[in-house]
T-cell receptor
Framework: TQLLEQSPQFLSIQEGENLTVYCNSSSVFSSLQWYRQEPGEGPVLLVTVVTGGEVKKLKRLTFQFGDARKDSSLHITAAQPGDTGLYLCAGDDSGAGSYQLTFGKGTKLSVIP | EAEVAQSPRYKITEKSQAVAFWCDPISGHATLYWYRQILGQGPELLVQFQDESVVDDSQLPKDRFSAERLKGVDSTLKIQPAELGDSAMYLC??????????????FGPGTRLTVT
């Protein structure tokens, strides 16, 4: 089982600030996905990155996959209260023979108005 | 937009009772997953189905948990008897090959189980 470490575990910032969340592993992933989860709801897929060095943008969110496909980052510009939630990264374990995701423990983000 | 359906959304049960959760994946998704998520943690896989067959149930506590997907469409996860430590969010997901060329998982809203 490949392990994913997310940092920081908790983050509380003021509205309008920028932030970066990290997802690291010692193993290589075929792809990596980022989810956002609100309390009492299921995770919602934000993005899938596949190629080493790939950068994807989703409005104020920028996702980057490391060149070696072992790590990823999520940068949020000018955070809004609506960005509050648990951000989860998940790596594709398809090298094990069937498509499975290994999840990090998440970063709990609070954006204060 | 197609979604994964789960019911019930909330369930409160007493320990030693039986409880069941239902999931209907996105139409056409052959692979279905059940996860358990402790508050503030990432989801942990319990069981994976490909059509009606179990692909991986290595993390399913088989003395009390069972899962089935008889016709390869909807699925049921059962706990009998429930224990206090089973209190968690139970998530169902289904997957398909996305436009990025990688498989992507889509989650339902979950069932929040509280065992008293």
């Amino acid at each position: 089982t490949q392990l994913l470490e997310q940092s920081p575990q908790f983050l509380s910032i003021q509205e309008g600030e920028n932030l970066t969340v990290y997802c690291n592993s010692s193993s290589v992933f075929s792809s990596l996905q980022w989810y956002r989860q609100e309390p009492g709801e299921g995770p919602v897929l934000l993005v899938t990155v596949v190629t080493g060095g790939e950068v994807k943008k989703l409005k104020r969110l920028t996702f980057q996959f490391g060149d070696a496909r072992k790590d990823s980052s999520l940068h949020i510009t000018a955070a809004q209260p609506g960005d509050t939630g648990l951000y989860l990264c998940a790596g594709d374990d398809s090298g094990a023979g069937s498509y499975q995701l290994t999840f990090g423990k998440g970063t709990k983000l609070s954006v204060i108005p | 937009e197609a979604e994964v359906a789960q019911s019930p959304r909330y369930k409160i049960t007493e320990k030693s009772q039986a409880v069941a959760f239902w999931c209907d994946p996105i139409s056409g998704h052959a692979t279905l997953y059940w996860y358990r998520q402790i508050l503030g943690q990432g989801p942990e896989l319990l069981v994976q189905f490909q059509d009606e067959s179990v692909v991986d149930d290595s993390q399913l506590p088989k003395d009390r948990f069972s899962a089935e997907r008889l016709k390869g469409v909807d699925s049921t996860l059962k706990i009998q008897p429930a224990e206090l430590g089973d209190s968690a969010m139970y998530l169902c997901a289904s997957s398909f090959l996305g436009p990025s060329g990688a498989y992507e998982q889509y989650f339902g809203p979950g069932t929040r189980l509280t065992v008293t």
